[in-house]
């Protein structure tokens, strides 16, 4: 059976291969305020631009592969030296109360983390580039799908399901609609709801048979709708119950090796999120520790009996043993603006 402790490397084993691209390097660079605000407006553009492109496609506007790489390159750029930004901005779920078009900001979500992975992985920049790219467009099938049916707030029967499942064959006749459009762009389009057992859909391919950036955005994917709201779910699904759920999939759905370097690097706690100890004291995550993400650095703000601290403490849970994280804390609750 597929645990968490299993996919998680522990100290001391052997380091991962050497990277096109430094983790390191990614991870350096601290945001300054201005920066923020740089990269905050990069997500929103991206957003609005991949509405526009969306729109020109389903109005039978041909368009140029040229214009969507444009839409990623500085997401690409920023991200491999502010990756913990553009992730906390992907965990902002206060961008993406509104469920009525949530397809623009998950593209470019499922980009994001999909960087994250190629990153991981050790990509170049023109890899990432590429990567990015496909993944921005690998739902473009749904726009073929009725409001309706995607915005309806209950689970869908098999009848009701059905055309959905047939989005990824859609994707592929909008993608003529692009032009110089790579083969690794059909490839996410069409593939990325397969499963490596052949259980998925459209064609139940297996194993080597689907391509490796499909395998990528496949598991990206689930992760940002499981931690995101959506019409037929009240509220979403905490990020931690979220990596739990795709590892029950992990033997049958996932790419074992993808799925176990994902979590090697994956933010579990987010900048800005909130968390209980074990000791109970309350605070926010203000960043990460790469390689071992698990266990972040954290200000506390509430004691143990809920006493706010006059002054907060800092702690790096990768240097204090004997603490550890035991739940993290919705913010839909009410417990953000307090603290």
Same mark, same amino acid.
């Given at each position: ?33 201005? !920066? ?11 957003? /609005? ?38 992730? +906390? ?8 109360? #509104?469920? !009525? ?9 499922? #980009? ?22 496909? +993944? ?9 799908? +009725? ?161 706010? /601290? ?30």
């Amino acid at each position: 059976m597929v645990t968490l402790s299993g996919l998680m490397k522990k100290n001391g084993e052997k380091e991962p291969p050497e990277k096109k691209i430094s983790i390191a390097e990614a991870v350096q660079a601290k945001p300054d305020q201005d !920066s923020l605000q740089e990269i905050e407006e990069i997500y929103e553009s991206a957003i /609005l631009h991949t509405k526009q492109i969306m729109d020109d496609i389903l109005g039978g506007k041909a368009i140029e592969w040229g214009e969507i790489v444009q839409i990623v390159k500085d997401i690409v750029d920023k991200f491999i030296i502010k990756d913990e930004v553009f992730l +906390s901005l992907v965990n902002n779920h206060a961008r993406h109360e #509104s469920v !009525s078009d949530y397809l623009y900001a998950h593209s470019v979500n499922v #980009s994001i983390l999909a960087i994250n992975l190629g990153l991981a992985l050790g990509y170049s920049k023109s890899e990432l580039t590429d990567l990015c790219a496909c +993944s921005l467009i690998h739902d473009i099938g749904m726009l073929k799908i +009725s409001r309706e049916l995607i915005n309806k707030p209950s689970k869908l029967s098999e009848e009701e399901f059905a055309p959905i499942k047939l989005h990824p064959v859609y994707g592929l006749a909008f993608l003529l609609k692009i032009k110089d459009a790579p083969k690794t762009a059909s490839e996410v389009i069409f593939e990325h709801h397969e499963k490596v057992d052949g259980t998925g859909y459209p064609e139940g391919k297996k194993g080597d048979e689907i391509s490796k950036f499909a395998k990528i955005v496949a598991i990206v994917d689930v992760f940002e709708a499981l931690t995101h709201p959506r019409p037929y779910r009240d509220g979403r699904i905490m990020l931690f119950d979220a990596v739990k759920m795709v590892i029950q999939e992990a033997e049958i759905g996932f790419d074992y090796k993808l799925l176990k370097t994902l979590l090697n690097y994956f933010t579990f706690y987010p900048i800005n999120s909130l968390v209980v100890l074990n000791n109970n004291e309350i605070g926010r995550v203000i960043d990460v520790n790469t390689f071992i993400p698990m266990r972040p650095i954290v200000e506390i703000v509430l004691d143990a009996d809920g006493n706010r /601290l006059k002054k907060p403490k800092k702690i790096d849970l990768t240097k204090s043993h004997l603490l550890y994280i035991k739940k993290a804390i919705i913010d839909e609750q009410g417990l953000r603006e307090p603290l």
